[in-house]
């Protein structure tokens, strides 16, 4: 069985959704044969290439981070350039896809994974599973499945055996195995933090550029 690996980050190699992949490959093994391949933001040799591989692979892993409640624009790209080659070729690969977030709630990466839905709709494309990822870097607190990576473990494994077998599901949510309040302490610590080395004060973080 042929999978391509899509990483949809603008970050690269140095994100979470290139961690998240790598960690799917691993819990993969040598039950598929896996290529990892990555999106340019814009149109691209690298992104047609991209497009060509999947129209030949029996299935498609996506991973990429929540941007304004959707798809990265560099993945979009892709994502058409995809669309058409395997309208073109007749195949229809089945589409998983990890989503990830800032957020604690996993939840909050569910309009990200309609989308995907609905540009498989589109494409002819078969649907699989999609795994609902939260709580920003936490994901790398701890090995897969141990921890506050615990629940994100048992979730990627049930990933890797739906792609193996060509299955599919419901959409997953995996978010820290960790006390909210705490979360949210982290994270405020964190932007007091930045502002400071940024020249901000802690009050400028609540300035309303305007009232909505």
Not at 110 to 115: D, H, K, V
Request: contains cysteine; aromatic residues 6%; proline residues 6%.
């Amino acid at each position: 069985m042929k999978v391509v690996m899509l990483c949809g980050s603008p970050r690269g190699a140095k994100g979470n959704s290139a961690y998240l992949l790598d960690g799917l490959g691993r819990l993969l093994g040598d039950r598929v044969s896996c290529e990892t391949v990555r999106v340019t933001p814009g149109p691209s040799a690298a992104n047609e290439d991209t497009a060509a591989k999947v129209a030949g692979c029996d299935a498609l892993v996506m991973a990429f981070p929540l941007y304004v409640d959707g798809v990265p624009a560099g993945l979009h790209e892709a994502l058409a350039r995809i669309g058409e080659r395997v309208r073109e070729a007749g195949t229809s690969p089945r589409v998983y896809a990890v989503v990830n977030c800032g957020f604690f709630e996993a939840r909050q990466n569910g309009l990200a994974i309609e989308m995907i839905w609905s540009w498989c709709e589109a494409n002819g494309l078969a649907r699989g599973r999609a795994v609902a990822v939260g709580g920003g870097e936490m994901c790398r607190a701890a090995p897969l499945g141990h921890g506050p990576a615990k629940d994100l473990g048992r979730a990627l494994a049930q990933l890797a055996d739906d792609v193996a077998a060509g299955g599919e599901g419901d959409a997953l949510c995996a978010q820290p195995n960790f006390p909210r309040i705490l979360y949210r302490l982290g994270a405020r610590f964190l932007w007091r933090k930045q502002a400071k080395a940024n020249g901000l004060s802690p009050r400028a973080l609540k300035r309303r550029p305007a009232n909505l």
